[in-house]
C-alpha cells in the first residue's frame, strides 16, 4: 500500500509514523508513506496558501489553486482522496479496514485554518473523514492517526504473534475486557482469581461479563440498539 499526506506541516504528520510498529511495516516494504509540503505548489512570492472568507467570517480558509495543483500531481488512477476534517464522516475502525483491505493508494489532503474552498472538497476529494467530535489546531495529527490504524491492519505489520481479529471494536459493539499481567498480587492488589484458574470456559464469561458492565459504563451509545 502506498500513503500519500498533503499538509502544511510533514514533520507532524511524519513524527508518529516512524517508530514501533509502523515503522518496521515501512522498513518491510508492507507500506510506503509519505508526506509533502503544500507550500511547494504556492505559486505567489510569498508561496501563500490560504486567504480570507468570502461573504466575511473569522478565520482564513486554503486557497484552492495550491490544493488543485498539488492533488492533481500526486492522484493516480487507482488513488483514493481523501480529506482531513471535523466536518467528514466518522473515522470508525470499519472504515479503517475497508481502507486497508482495498490497498492500493491513499492521498491523504490536511485541513488547516478554517478548512478548505469547498470547490475542491466537491472536484477532488472521494472522502472526508473526522476522528471525532472536537477540533484539532492541525489536519496532519488526524492524517497520522488514520494512517497508524490502516496501516496495523495490513498483513504482516504486527507480526505472527498478534492478531487484531480479537481487539476492542473489531466487535464495534462492545469494548475489551479488563486485562491483567503478572505479579499476581501486586501491592495486594489481587488478579481476579477466575483469571489464574485455567477454567476456560468461566474465564470467556468472566471477560463477556467484565466487557458489558465496561461498555455500559464507559460507551453506552454502543449497546443502544
Ligand atoms: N482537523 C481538525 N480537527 C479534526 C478532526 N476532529 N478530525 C479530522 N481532521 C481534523
Known sequence: MEIDILTLFPEIALAPLGESIIKRAREAGIVAIRA??????????????????????????M?????????GELKRPDTTVILM????????QAVARELAEKGGHLL????????????????LIDLELSIGDYVLTNGAIAAAVVTDAIVRLLPGALGDARSPEDESFSDPKMLEAPAYTK????????????????????IT?????????????????LLED
Open 205 to 221: 464469561e468472566w471477560k463477556k461479563q467484565k466487557a458489558l458492565e465496561r461498555t455500559r459504563a464507559n460507551r453506552p451509545d
Open 63 to 71: 486557497l484552492p489553486g495550491p490544493l488543485f495543483d498539488a492533488i
Open 183 to 202: 505479579p499476581a498480587d501486586f501491592r495486594g492488589l489481587k488478579v481476579p482469581e477466575v483469571l489464574l484458574s485455567g477454567h476456560h470456559a468461566k
Open 108 to 123: 491523504i489532503v490536511c485541513g488547516h485554518y478554517e478548512g478548505v474552498d469547498h470547490r475542491v472538497i466537491e472536484q
Open 36 to 61: 509533502h509540503n503544500l507550500r511547494d505548489w504556492a505559486t505567489d512570492k510569498h508561496r501563500r496558501t490560504d486567504d480570507y472568507l468570502c461573504g466575511g467570517g473569522q478565520g482564513m480558509l
Open 85 to 92: 476534517t471535523p466536518q467528514g464522516k466518522p473515522f470508525k
